[in-house]
């Protein structure tokens, strides 16, 4: 199993009021949505976006804000 994180929603209320944010997501202008970090000395999580080469830091958000993590899961046989 790995802890490459999938999907982050940022809000109290998932369903009506979150912002979701997904790896391969098309954001900002053509930029797709590469990986969402998570760095724990820190407390925070980091959304990183690319476009043909360059890979560019998006948004920041500390863990004092209800976040929901969804992992990208893989098993092997």
Avoid: T
């Avoid at 940022?10 to 979701?20: F, L, Q, R, W």
């Amino acid at each position: 199993m790995s802890n490459k994180i999938r999907k982050i929603s940022i809000g109290s209320d998932y369903k009506n009021d979150a912002m979701h944010y997904a790896v391969g997501q098309e954001v900002y202008g053509g930029h797709i949505i590469c990986d969402i970090l998570n760095n724990d000395k820190a407390g925070e999580y980091s959304i990183f976006i690319k476009k043909g080469q360059e890979v560019l830091p998006w948004k920041k958000f500390n863990s004092q804000m209800a976040i929901a993590v969804e992992f990208d899961l893989h098993y092997s046989e």
